[in-house]
């Protein structure tokens, strides 16, 4: 049963690494993890006896090498041999090879300046000697960068050590040397880091043959110093002298345990000591631990196959493949896209995004915050100064006096300023276009995209058809404004008209005069010191009235008044008939000579008191149909865009896609095949059927 259970995990394991989804299942999986020159590479060899792994000063170990071994049974006859997996078919039994092609495909994908690579190796070892294990070996860690190594090259193992052994189905193989501070071991620090109860961590003490004279390691073994559940075994590699005297592993492991039976404070622990217990531990540890982890892995398989048949599903359905349904397949991607394309303004789409707005919840705020805003702040009477409209006033009624305040001057100033509300409402229309263009760009599902140029088709279609409308959209939205401009309709019922303007105009008067008869009443009391009594009150209210500003007629009397009340003054009093006929000559020939004078000068027009009242009428009028204007394009604006442009596009998106893209000479160059999203969509099949295998697997071994 153990070596069926490792066997099915090594299975596995080779089966991910083959398509590159290794990541997506925590394997139950020995890690080793040792400082530089701790002698983690020895204890390897010593477990697989036999001399493989590259040697030599500073990092050797630079990729992760995932190492299977396999028990040879039935078959004492056969020699042992190494296979890996990126030279597939090719047995390797010379194991110096096996040490040299290690380092070639360290340096083919690290490269040749003591870099590491996250990429591992994989190796399977068959032999007679082993039993069945797997384990990773990991580069040794390190603190000071030497030579040609990367300046974080520190960081980058921990970083590499800490992704495998964070896993919480890896058991963590932590090697520490016995001749040195076990307190400082950075291999049982980070094991502790993430392991900090201790479950899944097994200890190995290397050198400790090297010890100083009179001391030992046997609390660290016994577990009395550094408890850890599986516990410390204590090993003793080959020294630098027998490697180079090439003393042979079956030498190396008499030796081992001779040094325990022999070694006053160990000699009671043998048993539990050395390489050959190393191995056996490793092999129940990990059989356990497979065993206990299986009934997780297969849920977590399940997961998965879900997962993969909803991705593969997205890349198409198999039912539709062929040339006999290439016409059905077309049809469904059109009706696929053109639905798409409708949820997306209709906002029932199921991919909604959470972050911004988008698709008819972006139009609408389009239509009530930024085509709403963009028309409040136009000012009613922008570019409007006071001259202009006395000008206007004045050149409306020739050579005349109006008794009126003259309507013609009104329909001149207020064409203008409706004129102002066409550029927010067009650059509406563009707005509202160009979100329809990016719902388009961005419609299309993976099984959509498989086909790009179909893809591409499918966006040239609709934006055809997204420009044809923006034309009369616009053009719709330009007549509004110049139907406003065309009549302006004074009988407006939200209009006031010339007497409400009137009227209101006089009741503000009357309320300014009054707040000021209270303001000047207030300083005169102020003035007096004191509180006065009601007579002198009343007194100095009328005092100061009456010194403060000449009677006045109403305001309707401005427009109203009899003329013959003016008397003529300045150059009318000097035009005028005197009574005098002796100085009639005399006069007309002064009045001639005051008028070329005044000719020559700037005819500027001097403002009076009627002519203040006239301007501030018609800035009134101006602003009460100006906001019935902006509050009609407002509202009829949005609605011409929804009409001509949103609901035309989105109620005949489908039939245009159909009638151009429907057409059997086009079939084959619509449905070419990206060749990326083909090798993505044969990965994923892969991997799913992958996942059902080990799903299978795992159920038999249950």
Do not use: W
């Amino acid at each position: 049963m153990s070596e069926s259970t490792i066997e099915l995990i090594n299975k596995i394991q080779d089966a991910f690494t083959t398509i590159g989804g290794n990541e997506s299942l925590d394997l139950p999986q020995i890690i080793t993890v040792g400082e530089q020159s701790s002698g983690k590479s020895s204890v390897l060899e010593h477990i697989v006896q036999r001399d493989f792994l590259p040697r030599g000063s500073g990092i050797v170990t630079r990729r992760p090498l995932v190492l299977q071994l396999v028990t040879i049974r039935n078959n004492p006859e056969a020699y042992d041999y190494a296979e890996f997996l990126h030279v597939p078919h090719q047995k390797f039994y010379d194991f110096d090879e096996v040490r040299a092609e290690i380092a070639r495909e360290t340096d083919r994908v690290a490269g040749k300046n003591k870099g590491i690579s996250r990429t591992p190796i994989n190796l399977k070892i068959y032999s007679k000697n082993v039993l069945n294990l797997t384990i990773i070996d990991l580069p040794g860690l390190t603190k000071i960068p030497l030579g040609d190594q990367p300046h974080d090259i520190d960081v980058q193992i921990k970083q590499l050590v800490l992704d495998y052994i964070s896993k919480s189905n890896s058991i963590i193989l932590a090697v520490t040397p016995a001749n040195a501070d076990l307190a400082n071991s950075d291999s049982l620090k980070l094991a502790r880091k993430v392991d900090p109860a201790g479950i899944r961590t097994l200890g190995v003490l290397t050198k400790l043959d090297l010890m100083d004279a009179g001391t030992h390691a046997l609390d660290v073994l016994t577990g009395k110093s550094f408890p850890l559940k599986l516990g410390f075994i204590g090993v003793v590699n080959r020294s630098q002298q027998d490697i180079i005297t090439n003393k042979s592993m079956e030498d190396a492991v008499k030796s081992e345990q001779l040094f325990f039976q022999t070694h006053p404070s160990y000699r009671s622990i043998s048993q539990r000591c050395g390489s050959l217990y190393l191995s056996k531990q490793l092999n129940q540890i990990l059989v356990n631990h497979i065993r206990e982890k299986l009934p997780d892995l297969r849920s977590k398989l399940s997961s998965l196959i879900g997962q993969t048949q909803h991705e593969l599903s997205q890349y198409g359905d198999p039912a539709f493949t062929g040339s006999i349904h290439r016409g059905s397949l077309i049809l469904k991607l059109l009706t696929m896209f053109s639905t798409e394309f409708i949820s997306s303004i209709d906002g029932t789409s199921s991919s909604i995004s959470t972050k911004e707005l988008s698709g008819g919840a972006r139009i609408y705020f389009i239509f009530n915050s930024i085509f709403g805003t963009a028309l409040d702040s136009i000012q009613p009477c922008a570019n409007l100064t006071d001259e202009d409209i006395r000008t206007a006033i004045r050149n409306s009624t020739g050579p005349r006096c109006s008794l009126f305040v003259p309507e013609l001057a009104f329909d001149l100033l207020v064409r203008p300023q409706i004129k102002l509300l066409e550029a927010p409402s067009l650059r509406c229309v563009n707005l509202a276009y160009e979100e329809l263009s990016k719902i388009c760009h961005t419609c299309g599902t993976k099984e959509i995209t498989r086909f790009p140029k179909l893809h591409a088709k499918l966006v040239e279609v609709v934006s055809e058809l997204l420009q044809e409308r923006a034309g009369p959209s616009s053009e719709y939205v330009e007549s509004l404004i110049a139907v406003e401009c065309a009549y302006i309709n004074t009988n407006h019922p939200d209009f006031p008209g010339a007497s409400g303007a009137l009227l209101e105009m006089q009741k503000r008067h009357k309320e300014l005069e009054i707040s000021e008869k209270k303001r000047l009443a207030r300083q005169q009391m102020m003035l007096n010191g004191g509180e006065p009594t009601r007579t002198h009150r009343s007194m100095s209210v009328s005092s100061v009235v009456s010194n403060s500003s000449p009677p006045k007629d109403s305001f309707l009397n401005y427009f109203f008044q009899p003329n013959n009340q003016n008397k003529p003054s300045g150059l009318s009093q000097l035009l005028s008939v005197n009574e005098d006929t002796a100085g009639l000559e005399k006069n007309f020939a002064t009045s001639v000579s005051i008028m070329q004078n005044e000719m020559q000068k700037d005819m500027k027009i001097k403002s009076t008191d009627r002519d203040d009242k006239e301007v501030e009428l018609i800035r009134y009028l101006i602003t009460s149909y100006f906001n019935i204007v902006r509050k009609s394009i407002q509202d009829l604006v949005p609605k011409a865009i929804m009409h001509l442009l949103v609901n035309f596009t989105r109620e005949n998106v489908q039939n245009r896609l159909v009638s151009s893209l429907y057409r059997e000479e086009l079939f084959d160059q619509l449905l070419k095949e990206d060749p990326n999203i083909a090798s993505e969509r044969a990965r994923c099949k892969a991997m799913l059927d992958i996942y059902k295998n080990v799903f299978t697997l795992i159920s038999d071994a249950m």
